[in-house]
């Protein structure tokens, strides 16, 4: 299958660690990696405009599959011209395929080869997912990068449960690849599974990479397991993935996480975490994690983030913030969207250099000092 639509070119390697500065180039233009994807579940960022995510410098948003297969259905976004006129967003768009969906309505899921019968989350109406429909949902998207349709199994089930589940997502892979519509418009990646199990990471890999995908994505993780058993799985699972072809870590959004990640290897990452902490009134800082609520702030006349340049920091005080949190506005929802989704694509323009000037290491050491990863109790998200 090769490339397709979407190459990756590699620009430089870190001399220390396993990091390294890409360029992806999608029909809707190119991007540098590391590189973090705001996440637009209904295409959409909450609260954010595609103008904010344009000026953040966001080369490619993801999109939800299941999502907008129940609304508003993707015969509507076909006839709109697919995702990128109907949401009005110019640069890459990357869409799941609805595993990751099927995996969190578990109770009311029941997995065979043909695909998954589960129930929608909206009317509770009986739903089926196979790895064609969840191609063909996405070809009519038009989305840059789709995602191959897999099952993502908990960390902590067993062996015996994770080696057939891996073996039935290869099978569902190579289902998908022949039922991809658009090959020369739409890049379809694979996705490598194996929970927390070293030898059915490397067996997923190496039959995925045979298959010959534009780029793979590394699933399963992020799923309610210690930071140090992803970075386990990482350190020995992205060496495996092909050099010449991009490496997406899925649903990884906290800043350690995505430092952590780059030094393994990673270039892209996804997650709605900086959104749906904004909602609650918290903020990611240059000096750690701050929660707008809190009294302290009452008459905080200070910017939320002195180091930061973003429009919200040059703009409005926490004391400002704090009082349209309280009064339940959506502005202040907004205001501290924009600014957690501007710091992680901050942070990884910030990595980007280091990698350039080979010294991550002394980036992430400065930079989790200064956030407070270095305490006893260190607050994360």
């Not at 508003?72 to 890459?92: C, Q, R, T, Y």
């Not at 969906?101 to 196979?130: N, P, T």
């Not at 038009?142 to 995602?147: F, L, N, Q, R």
């Not at 190496?206 to 780029?215: A, I, Q």
């Amino acid at each position: 299958m090769g490339n397709g639509p979407i190459t990756y070119k590699l620009i430089k390697k870190e001399k220390h660690t396993g990091a390294r500065l890409g360029e992806i180039t999608t029909p809707h233009g190119t991007f540098e990696t590391p590189m973090f994807m705001p996440v637009g579940t209904l295409a959409t960022i909450k609260t954010l405009s595609p103008e904010d995510v344009d000026e953040m410098g966001a080369g490619i948003v993801l999109s939800n599959t299941y999502h907008l297969w129940l609304r508003p259905g993707e015969d509507i976004v076909d006839e709109a011209g697919g995702l990128h006129s109907f949401m009005n967003w110019n640069k890459g768009i990357l869409t799941d395929s609805g595993g990751f969906q099927v995996f969190s309505l578990s109770d009311s899921r029941k997995i065979e080869e043909e695909g998954v019968h589960f129930r929608s989350h909206l009317d509770g109406s009986k739903l089926f997912l196979s790895p064609e429909k969840a191609i063909q949902i996405q070809n009519k998207l038009g989305s840059d990068i789709m995602m191959s349709f897999d099952e993502c199994p908990p960390f902590d089930e067993s062996y015996d449960y994770v080696k057939k589940s891996i073996e039935r997502t290869t099978r569902w892979a190579e289902r998908g690849l022949k039922a991809h519509q658009n090959p020369d418009r739409q890049g379809l990646f694979g996705i490598v599974q194996g929970a927390g199990f070293k030898d059915l990471r490397m067996q997923h890999a190496k039959d995925l990479v045979s298959l010959d995908f534009p780029g793979y994505s590394i699933g399963g993780l992020s799923v309610g397991e210690p930071k140090e058993d992803m970075y386990k799985v990482l350190d020995y699972t992205t060496p495996l993935l092909p050099e010449n072809k991009p490496r997406y870590l899925m649903g990884v959004g906290t800043p350690d996480a995505l430092i952590e990640g780059a030094i393994r290897g990673v270039d892209m990452y996804d997650c709605v975490i900086p959104t749906r902490i904004a909602r609650n009134g918290t903020a990611m800082t240059s000096q750690g994690r701050v929660v707008v609520k809190n009294a302290k702030f009452a008459r905080d006349f200070t910017p939320l983030d002195p180091k930061c340049g973003c429009y919200t920091c040059r703009n409005y005080t926490r004391a400002y913030l704090r009082h349209l949190i309280k009064a339940d506005e959506t502005f202040g929802m907004r205001l501290i969207s924009y600014h957690n989704v501007y710091f992680l694509i901050n942070l990884m323009k910030q990595v980007r250099q280091a990698i350039r000037e080979d010294n991550l290491l002394e980036f992430k050491e400065a930079f989790f000092e200064e956030y407070g990863y270095n305490k006893p109790n260190a607050k994360n998200f």
